[in-house]
């Protein structure tokens, strides 16, 4: 049976890499070296789309602050790296799970088990964003589909509903002017070129889009108070390597030894009230307060 023509081979994520042709004939040494080139000029290309980026951080910030969530929706590699950097979020930034989401193609089963085939339905993927609850209730939530190549329907449907009610859709792709590009509030879209092994988006277009996400919810997480400075105050202190871990904050943050900082800890039941306690000379529900007051914000509170 012949398949459908659908233009695939004019995206430069399918295209045909010239300094790769002869991958297979090289030592092992000189393909690893290729691949490393090649890896290279992905932080250069996301680089070019840091202006979108930046928006699209503030953007979902305000809609935080309003109660609203972000959804990550995608199929194969890049529903994956969706699902990877919500499921990221809440130990990281001790943040509800529901604050930031991923949706694959496929369902979960989808993570281990490849399910090409359920990423070619528009309806399936709209329908699989309201099964989740998006916008429910009025919330100002917020849309990021992701897609290497930038056409994929399921992704389409998904965004083209949220378009449809109002809410922030943005586009993340490594091709310029794609089909999600035209649908999507903001488009983000570093042009990561023809892969290693041709049509291989895991590769350098994978790494681009990891990155990208880091910079969305690390970027966000900082505009809403759960970073103070660089450190990580919002860690949730779950297992003996993050009990130490929020011990060496609260020592880092405030100056006491690490027995003071374990007992901060202890007393306060979080980083960032412990440092607050501290630094304010106040009994915890005088720090809850400030702290609440502030946002959350750790730095507000202390100015």
Known sequence: MMSTDLKLATLTTET??????EIDQVSTLEMLTIINDEDQTVPLAVGNELPQIARAVDEIAARFARGGRLFYIGAGTSGRLGVLDASECPPTFSVPATLVQGLIAGGDSALRKSS?????????????????????????????GIAASGRTPYVIGAMEQSKKMGLLTISLTCVAASAMARVADIAIAPVTGPEVVTGSTRLKAGTATKLVLNMLSTGVMIRTGAVYGNLMV???????KLVDRAERIIAEATGVDRAASAELLKEAGSVKLAIAMQKLDLDKEAAETKLKAAGGSLTRALA
Request: charged share 30%; aromatic share 2%.
């Open 116 to 144: 090409e085939k359920s990423e070619d339905s528009k309806e399936q993927g709209a329908a699989d964003l309201l099964a989740h609850g998006f916008g429910e209730n009025g919330l100002p939530d917020t849309l990021v």
């Open 16 to 21: 045909r890499n010239p300094r790769t042709t």
């Open 234 to 240: 919002n860690v949730q202190p779950t297992n003996d």
